[in-house]
C-alpha cells in the first residue's frame, strides 16, 4: 500500500476584501483534495450569512464573501475550526456524494480530425494523443492507456476555466495516476464534449472553443446546458459538482450514437447513484471502496 | 412603447447590475459593471434601485434615442455628453422624452461611461441578474454588446426621479492618473523573489491594448520566480501552480512579464500562481484606466481593503442623500 | 489644420492585414466616412473612418504605433 501522504499546515490568505483562499498543499492529492473537501461541504451545512461562493478546488479552495455582512477575518476562524475537526480527515468521516457513469467514445472521429489538424502544436506530432499518452505513461497500447482510466473512478475536483467544466482526479494512488502534458502551444478549437486530459486531470469540454489539453474521445451526454432543456439540468446548467464520482466508461459507435439520439429527443438522464463512503478507507484500499463504488453505481 | 432605441451600439456597449452571484463555483465569474460605484449612482439619479440594469459604454459610447418621458443619467468616464446635440451635464439627472437623441463625444479621461435610466433597462433577468457575459452569450441583451439600429426594453419607473439632482463634484471619482491599485499581496506570492514583489510593487505598469472586462495585461517590468522543483500535478512552467481559484481581482504573471489583474469577466480558476489581490473598492478605479494609462499597486492590509469599502458605502449614502434632498 | 482623430486607444494600423496594401496613402482623396486605418483594442480591430471629405496630407503615427484617444492621427489637406 502506498504511504499516506502528510498534508503541510494549510495556509489561509486573503483575496481581497471579498475572497478566502486556502492552500492545503502546493501539491496534488487526493488528502489535500478530501481535507478541502470536507471542509466546504462542513461550511456549506453552516450557511453562514455573508458566505456567497464556496469554490472547491484541487489542493484548495476558496470562499466568496459579502464583507458587509461577514469579517473575512471571522470566517477563517471559522474554517480554521474545521479544519481541525473535519479537514483532519477522521477515520470516520463519512463523504455523502453521489456517483455517476458517463459515457466516453475514445478515439472518436470528430477529436481526431480536430487533433490532426493541431499537429504542429503537439509534443509528439506523428502519434495521436491516445497513443503519445499511452507511451509516455508506459503502456503497451492505446487500450492499456484507457483500460487505465476507465477500471478506476474519478472525482470532480474543481470546476472551472469556463462554466461547467469539470477537472476529474483519478481516485488511486500517486503513483498509478496518469499524467500527460498540455499541448505545446494551445489549439484554437476543441470540440464540445471532448474528453480531454492535462496534467492529471482529466476533463470534459462543455463547450467548443480554445483548449490546451490532449484529446481522448469525445462524451455523447453535455456537463453542460444553457437552455436546461435535459432533466439532469433542470435545477442548475452545470451538471457536474465538485466531490461528483465519475466513472469514465468506453463505450462503442452504436451505443454513442444512441445517447445522442437520447440527448437530442431531451430524454436522456445520466446513471447516478446516491453513495457514502470513507475517504480515509478509500485511502487506505482505493481498490476496495472503488469497487464497492462502481458495484453501486452499476446494481 | 416601453422601449429605448440603440441608433448606435458605440464600441462596445453591454447591460450590466451588480453583477451575478452564487456561480463562482461552476466556473461562472460575475460580471455586472466595472465601475460599481458610477453604475449605482447612475442608477440613484433616476430614482431606480441601485441594482437596476444600466447600460456600460466602453470608449465610444452608444447613441439613444427615448420613445417616451424619461429620466436618464450619465456617469463614470469624464466624457461630453448631448440630448439633441445640445450638451448636457454628467453626474445630473436629466428630464428626455419621446423622440430625443443621447449622444456621446470622445471621452477625455477615464474609459467606461454608464447610462442609467428610470425603470431601468429590463432585459430578462438571468440567474439572477440583468448582467451581460459575452464569453458564454448569456444575460444582458442576447448574451451579447449592442449593436446599431436595435431596442432594448425599459422598465417602467416609480417616479421618484428628481430631474436635476447633481452629484457634488468631490462625490465624482478621481480620474487622473497614474491609478493607484491597493492590493492585498499574498495568494501565492511566495513564488516570487522578494526582489521581484518589490519592483512588482515599485513599477509603473502600463494598461496594455488586451485590457477589458475579462482582465487587464499590464506591460513594464519583469518578475523572477523563485527556483523550486515543480510540486506533482503543478506542471513544468514556474509561473504554474496545482490549479486554482482565482478571486476577482487577482493578479498572476504568466510569463513573469506581464502582469494581468482579472476581472469581472475573467476565469474563476487555472493553473497560474497568483501573487496578490485589487482591493475590491479599486476595480472600479482599474475600470477607468484606458489603454495606455499608467498603473501601479500599493500593497495594504485587510483592514486598510476593508475600510476603503466602508468608506465607499458612506460615500454612495451620502450621494443617496445629496440628491433626494 | 483638420485632423481625424482617434477615437479609442489601442494600436494603430494602416493595412487590413500584414499583406495587404494600406488603406489609404499620403496624396489620397478621402470621402466622409470611408476607412483609412484600424485600431486594436480590446481584442477587436476597430476600422477608423474619416469624418469629412479631403485629401491625405500626412499620416502623423506609425503603422503599429500606439495611440491615445483624441490623439491626431492624420492631416488632412484641401479637397
Not at chain 2, 462625490?171 to 514583489?197: M, Q
Not at chain 2, 489581490?277 to 472600479?284: C, G, L, M
Request: contains cysteine; negative net charge; hydrophobic residues 40%.
Amino acid at each position: 500500500m502506498t504511504e499516506k501522504i502528510q498534508l503541510p499546515p494549510a495556509r489561509y490568505e486573503y483575496g481581497g476584501d471579498e475572497f478566502v483562499f486556502v492552500e492545503l498543499d502546493q501539491a496534488m492529492s487526493l488528502e489535500a483534495n478530501f481535507a478541502g473537501m470536507a471542509v466546504t461541504n462542513a461550511l456549506r451545512e453552516e450557511a453562514i450569512d455573508g458566505v456567497v461562493d464556496i469554490c472547491p478546488s484541487n489542493a484548495s479552495y476558496m470562499v466568496q464573501v459579502d464583507p458587509d455582512r461577514l469579517d473575512p477575518r471571522e470566517l477563517v476562524e471559522e474554517l480554521r475550526r474545521l479544519e481541525s475537526t473535519v479537514g483532519t480527515l477522521p477515520d470516520d468521516y463519512v463523504l455523502k456524494t453521489r456517483v455517476v457513469d458517463v459515457p466516453v467514445l475514445f478515439n472518436d472521429p470528430w477529436t481526431h480530425e480536430t487533433l490532426m489538424r493541431f499537429r504542429d502544436r503537439h509534443q509528439d506530432p506523428d502519434a495521436t494523443d491516445l497513443e503519445y499518452a499511452a507511451r509516455i505513461n508506459g503502456f503497451d497500447s492505446v487500450q492499456g492507456v484507457i483500460d487505465a482510466m476507465t477500471s478506476a473512478p474519478w472525482i470532480v475536483t474543481m470546476l472551472g476555466f469556463v462554466p461547467g467544466l469539470p477537472f476529474c482526479y483519478q481516485l488511486v494512488p500517486r503513483d498509478r495516476q496518469i499524467q500527460v502534458p498540455k499541448y505545446v502551444r494551445p489549439r484554437t478549437d476543441t470540440p464540445e464534449r471532448t474528453f480531454g486530459f492535462g496534467g492529471a486531470f482529466a476533463v470534459v469540454y462543455p463547450v467548443r472553443g480554445a483548449g490546451g489539453y490532449q484529446m481522448f474521445g469525445m462524451a455523447p451526454a453535455p456537463v453542460f446546458d444553457l437552455s436546461q432543456s435535459l432533466p439532469d439540468f433542470a435545477d442548475d446548467i452545470s451538471f457536474p459538482n465538485a466531490n461528483d464520482v465519475l466513472r469514465y466508461r468506453a463505450i462503442d459507435m452504436a451505443e454513442f450514437e444512441a445517447t445522442r439520439a437520447e440527448v437530442e429527443n431531451g430524454t436522456f438522464r445520466y446513471r447516478i447513484r446516491e453513495v457514502e463512503f470513507e475517504p480515509a478507507g478509500l485511502l487506505a484500499d482505493p481498490d476496495a471502496v472503488n469497487r464497492e463504488l462502481l458495484e453501486v453505481l452499476y446494481r | 412603447m416601453s422601449e429605448l432605441l440603440v441608433r448606435a451600439g458605440g464600441l462596445y456597449t453591454t447591460v450590466q447590475d451588480t453583477g451575478r452571484f452564487g456561480y463562482y463555483h461552476m466556473g461562472m465569474p460575475p460580471s455586472g459593471a466595472m465601475d460599481v460605484y458610477s453604475a449605482v449612482v447612475a442608477n440613484m439619479l433616476v430614482g431606480n434601485p441601485d441594482g437596476a440594469g444600466v447600460l456600460e459604454g466602453t470608449y465610444v459610447g452608444p447613441t439613444l434615442e427615448f420613445t417616451d418621458d424619461r429620466v436618464v443619467a450619465v456617469t463614470g468616464a469624464d466624457v461630453p455628453v448631448t440630448v439633441n446635440d445640445e450638451p448636457v451635464e454628467p453626474w445630473t439627472a436629466i428630464r428626455v422624452g419621446s423622440g430625443d437623441v443621447l449622444s456621446f463625444a470622445m471621452i477625455r479621461a477615464g474609459c467606461r461611461a454608464y447610462v442609467a435610466v428610470s425603470g431601468g433597462i429590463d432585459v430578462p433577468v438571468y440567474l439572477g441578474s440583468r448582467s451581460t457575459y459575452t464569453l458564454t452569450g448569456i444575460g444582458g441583451h442576447q448574451g451579447r454588446k449592442l449593436v446599431d439600429d436595435e431596442t432594448l426594453p425599459l422598465g417602467s419607473g416609480d417616479g421618484s426621479a428628481r430631474p436635476g439632482a447633481v452629484v457634488p463634484e468631490e462625490l465624482r471619482p478621481e480620474l487622473a492618473g497614474p491609478a493607484e491599485l491597493r492590493t492585498v499581496i499574498g495568494l501565492c506570492s511566495y513564488r516570487l523573489t522578494e526582489d521581484a514583489l518589490a519592483s512588482f510593487l515599485g513599477t509603473d505598469w502600463k494598461v496594455t491594448k488586451d485590457a477589458d472586462r475579462v482582465g487587464y495585461r499590464l506591460r513594464g517590468g519583469k518578475l523572477d520566480f523563485t527556483d523550486r522543483e515543480q510540486p506533482f500535478g503543478a506542471g513544468s512552467d514556474p509561473a504554474n501552480v496545482v490549479d486554482l481559484g482565482y478571486p476577482v481581482g487577482s493578479i498572476q504573471v504568466p510569463g513573469g512579464d506581464e502582469p494581468i489583474v482579472l476581472l469581472n469577466d475573467a476565469v474563476t480558476g487555472g493553473g497560474y500562481a497568483t501573487i496578490g489581490t485589487v482591493i475590491s473598492v479599486d476595480r472600479d478605479r482599474i475600470a477607468q484606466t484606458k489603454t495606455g494609462d499608467a498603473v501601479r499597486f500599493t500593497s495594504v492590509d485587510l483592514d486598510t481593503a476593508l475600510a476603503a469599502r466602508r468608506d465607499r458605502r458612506e460615500r454612495i449614502e451620502r450621494v443617496r442623500r445629496e440628491i433626494t434632498r | 489644420m483638420t485632423t481625424i482623430k482617434a477615437q479609442m486607444p489601442g494600436v494603430f494600423y494602416r493595412r487590413p492585414a500584414p499583406e495587404k496594401p494600406a488603406y489609404v496613402d499620403d496624396g489620397d482623396k478621402i470621402s466622409e466616412g470611408q476607412t483609412i486605418a484600424l485600431i486594436e483594442v480590446m481584442k477587436t480591430f476597430n476600422e477608423v473612418k474619416a469624418g469629412e471629405s479631403g485629401t491625405v496630407a500626412e499620416f502623423l503615427v506609425e503603422d503599429g504605433d500606439e495611440v491615445d484617444v483624441g490623439q491626431d492621427i492624420v492631416r488632412l489637406g484641401e479637397v
